[in-house]
């Protein structure tokens, strides 16, 4: 599966991850305020119909784009010579809490708008302390995030470079990752000519030609 995302072509992640969404997003909107011209008032409560499809589209392209990032990582890593190698452990430690966090978020979500719709208010007692905690933890997965993105430049740069690569060697990288509706026209084509050129499991010598 992961060598499969280093093998796609970009224009086949970005329909992927970008296009379907924004064409259920598109359908959504249509069936809330209904045909071009039409007289018809829109009715947001058609919305809820059609929630779990959209969820379910929202979460699948969402899981493509990670798994991108996490192949990009780990599958790259294995070319690279053990003292080029990145702390394994801790960007999977990273890697992983914003999804159990956003998956939570999620959950709870659900939960509050369940419960709105019970007209269940929640207790002052309860949203307070709530909100404390949600901050650290919402600037937290920020952060692992970011680094999510800075261990995605650094591996595609230190295969390509065979060194150790300084974040000014891979800032563009770094960037492209987070903006990945124009880092899959850049990035993946390059990480394409990369997996390719270590396909046979071989580590990059120190002593080989530069990859270009």
């Known amino acids: 599966m992961l060598e499969k995302l280093l093998k796609a072509k970009h224009w086949q ?31 947001p409560t058609a919305m809820f119909a059609f929630m779990p499809v959209v969820f379910i589209v929202y979460i699948a392209a969402a899981s493509i784009l990670f798994a991108w990032y996490y192949a990009i990582v780990v599958k790259l890593d294995t070319r690279l010579p053990a003292h080029l190698k990145i702390n394994m452990k801790r960007f999977k430690l990273f890697f992983y809490f914003p999804l159990v ?23 002052p007692m309860f949203i307070i302390p709530f909100v404390i905690l949600i901050v650290p933890l919402h600037l ?21 470079l065979k060194r150790a690569a300084k974040f000014e060697d891979f800032a563009g990288e770094f960037f492209l990752a987070w903006f990945y509706l124009v880092g899959f026209w850049i990035l993946q084509p390059k990480i394409n000519r990369l997996w390719e050129r270590t396909e046979n499991n071989e580590t990059i010598d120190e002593d080989d030609d530069v990859l270009s």
Do not use: W
Not at 18 to 39: A, D, K, N
Not at 109 to 122: D, E, R, S, Y
Not at 144 to 156: A, R
């Open 140 to 160: 937290f997965s920020i952060f692992c995030i970011g680094h999510t993105f800075y261990c995605v430049g650094k591996t595609i740069k230190s295969v390509e």
């Open 13 to 43: 992640l970005f329909v992927i991850v970008v296009g379907i969404p924004l064409f259920f997003q598109f359908f959504l909107m249509t069936v809330i305020f209904g045909s071009i011209g039409s007289s018809r008032m829109p009715d």
């Open 101 to 123: 966090y956003i998956g939570l978020m999620a959950l709870f979500v659900i939960l509050m708008i369940t419960n709105l719709a019970g007209h269940v208010q929640p207790s």
